[in-house]
């Protein structure tokens, strides 16, 4: 069974800065493309940001500048640095992962519990 678990939220002032971490745990192949969702109270759920194997990063117009994102291969985990955090980036944060479980098998696509980022004065 694989597990992602998120953590790092918490309440920060805007401007702030805030750092979220997310691990795939369990049994599996391989680990492809990871990313960071995020939803707001009312709203649908909006990518973030994503990052290949390779490293190739993609940002949400909204973030780009403020957000970096990076994973450590060796460790199945994805970062989510957080700076000049607006209210706007006030949401649940949710990591996403697609995993193939076993060599030559497909990939399926995995959700994290969430962690509340909360961008307050």
């Known amino acids: 069974q694989v597990q992602l678990v998120e953590s790092g939220g918490g309440l920060v002032q805007p401007g702030g800065s805030l750092r979220l971490s997310c691990k795939a745990s369990g049994t599996f192949f391989e680990v492809y493309q990871m990313g960071w969702y995020r939803q707001a109270p009312g709203k649908q759920r909006e990518v973030v940001a994503s990052i290949t194997t390779y490293f190739n990063t993609d940002y949400a117009d909204s973030v780009k500048g403020r957000f970096t994102i990076s994973r450590d291969n060796s460790k199945n985990t994805v970062y989510l640095q957080m700076i000049s955090l607006k209210l706007e980036d006030t949401a649940v944060y949710y990591c996403?992962?697609?995993?193939?479980?076993?060599?030559?098998?497909?990939?399926?696509?995995?959700w994290g519990q969430g962690t509340q980022v909360t961008v307050s004065s």
């Open positions: 996403n992962a697609d995993i193939r479980m076993v060599h030559g098998g497909i990939t399926s696509q995995y």
